[in-house]
């Protein structure tokens, strides 16, 4: 079977003014799309990879063939790292972190204000185009960290919770070279009540 593309599930303009209409709809049919297709081309004569989630895939590069790894890495990482986002973007719910959650990043980092701050921090100084991350590591804690290009934290062993998007093809649009200004609307629109849910299936 091969990987496909779910629609967003709400309006390109929801996240309006944080996130701009043009950009999510740029950034989800045309950048997202390219990620899909062409991991399926990539893949067109592996089938028994392509039956795989693409989370479990990209957890598992060492089982792809060298000759098309990279081109996994590349077009699985932003398929996953996509749909997560999507995911974690969506309109509603909790504005902060609830229950054991809150609890943990409350120990891990002191506050979620600590936290809101590690992840910019992580954002802003990736040079270049990757993601910033809040993620559980393989000791089960959280932890933030930031990735280059499409890399995932699974490909290391780590399970992602949220992911913030620092290509520029996610704020230039509204932001422009002001990156610092896009990681600190992000808190804005994102759903705890999902990131929850994450954590607790990793728990």
Known sequence: MAYILLPLGYAFGALEPH????????????????????????????????????????????????AIRAAVRN???????????????????AKVP???????????????????????????????????????GRDGKLAVTSTA????????GGTPLFGVDVWEHAYYLKYQNRRPDYLKAIWQVLNWDVIGQNYAAVK
């Open 19 to 66: 996130l701009d209409a043009l950009t999510m709809e740029i950034h989800h049919d045309k950048h997202h799309a390219a990620y899909v297709n062409n991991l399926n081309k990539t893949l067109g004569t592996q089938p028994a990879l392509a039956a795989q989630p693409v989370e479990e895939l990209i957890a598992n590069l060492d089982a792809v063939p060298e």
């Open 75 to 93: 077009n699985g990482g932003g398929h996953a790292n996509h749909s997560l986002f999507w995911r974690t973007l969506t309109p509603g719910g």
């Open 98 to 136: 609830t229950g054991g959650l809150a609890a943990d990043i409350q120990s891990t980092f002191g506050d979620f204000d600590a936290l809101k701050t590690a992840v910019e921090q992580a954002g802003a100084a990736r040079f270049g185009s990757g993601w910033a991350w809040l993620m559980v």
């Open 149 to 156: 290009n499409q890399d995932s934290p699974l490909m290391d």
